[in-house]
């Protein structure tokens, strides 16, 4: 790609950002933070799992960046008697011809919502986190691809909830996000109430498979200086040291953070990272990545004040 292409495709992703944000405020109020983190998911190829009590429009959010990207959608709901075959899908009998044929399950699209994963026992869970892991499922023995891109939107309810199954540790760490939404602002909640039974307006595509990549392959050339890799790779590390964690966070969340803070400078219209765009991913990229010590709970710390214990503890430092 040549440094005018890298320009032109800089240009449209951050219009392609305003556009998607406007889309979805149509029907989703909520932060704009969050709109582009789904944005950046998109263009890194990454997973997005989003945390929140019911009835915060998790679902409706999801529903809507679905429809503002002209991709095949499907969306799984997820419960306690789910099976793993009502993901993947199965061979059933043709009746006619008398052979088995595949009849494909609803993770063959490539945006799929997995509603409320964790109402589901972890058999199930994990077939999800499988073609999540490998872009493929197996069913039967037999190896199928899922179409590109494939992007998996969850959505969870906290564990402290009742009737919950808890996702384990190593397969959380396969989405790229995890996004915790809070409740609504008074103004907010206000315009929800402002718009109930309003027609739904209809949300436009913004973006189809052939942008998405040929913007993502222009967000990896963004630049990123020595020094913040060097921040990058010791605010992860702080996190292993941190007296509160039992388990920090691994290479592959340092590899996150790098990946995502391109797409973030990317989408802004910016050709290279600053520390601040690295900042404002912390969160989301390490706060499912870190486990607490068990006496740090009872002090009631939770992940994302560790986060800005070290957001604190380590400052950004030009000398390389
Ligand atoms: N921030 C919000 N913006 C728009 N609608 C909202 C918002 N919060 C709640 N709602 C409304 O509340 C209802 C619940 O939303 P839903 O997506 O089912 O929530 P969840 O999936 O988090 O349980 C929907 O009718 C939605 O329109
Ligand atoms: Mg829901």
Do not use: W
């Not at 950002?17 to 944005?39: A, F, M, P, S």
């Not at 999540?132 to 969850?154: K, N, R």
């Not at 995502?260 to 219209?269: L, M, N, Q, S």
Request: net charge negative.
């Amino acid at each position: 790609m040549t440094v005018e292409v890298y320009a032109d495709e800089r240009t449209r992703a951050s219009a392609v950002r305003q556009r998607l944000v406007q889309e979805i405020r149509k029907v989703y109020i909520g932060n704009t933070e969050t709109v582009d983190l789904l944005l950046i998911a998109l263009l890194a190829r990454g997973h997005v799992l989003l945390e929140g009590v019911p009835g915060i429009a998790k679902t409706t959010l999801i529903k809507t960046f679905a429809q503002t990207v002209g991709l095949s959608f499907s969306r799984i709901q997820f419960t306690p008697d789910l099976l793993p075959a009502d993901i993947t899908g199965t061979y059933v009998l043709n009746l006619r011809s008398n052979e088995f044929t595949l009849r494909r399950g609803p993770i063959f699209a490539n945006v799929v919502l997995g509603d409320e994963i964790n109402r589901a026992p972890a058999k199930t869970q994990s077939a999800l986190l499988e073609a999540m892991q490998e872009s493929q499922v197996t069913i039967e023995g037999d190896t199928q691809e899922l179409p590109q891109p494939f992007i998996v939107l969850a959505t969870q309810n906290p564990v402290e909830q009742e009737g919950v199954y808890v996702l384990p540790e190593a397969q959380v760490d396969r989405f790229l996000f995890k996004i915790v939404l809070g409740y609504p602002t008074f103004e907010q909640e206000r315009q929800v109430l402002g718009t109930y039974n309003t027609p739904l307006p209809d949300v436009s595509e913004v973006l189809d498979a052939d942008d998405i990549k040929r913007l993502s392959a222009a967000a990896e050339m963004t630049y990123i200086a020595p020094p913040i890799m060097d921040y990058i790779v010791r605010l992860v590390q702080h996190t292993r040291s941190h007296g509160a964690v039992l388990l920090g966070a691994s290479p592959r969340a340092s590899l996150a953070l790098m990946r995502c803070a391109k797409v973030c400078a990317f989408i802004a219209g910016r050709d290279h990272v600053l520390p601040d765009d690295v900042r404002s991913l912390v969160v989301a990229v390490l706060n499912h990545r870190i486990i607490l010590t068990p006496e740090a709970e009872l002090d009631q710390l939770g992940v994302i004040d560790v986060i800005n214990e070290c957001l604190a503890a380590v400052p950004y430092s030009h000398e390389a």
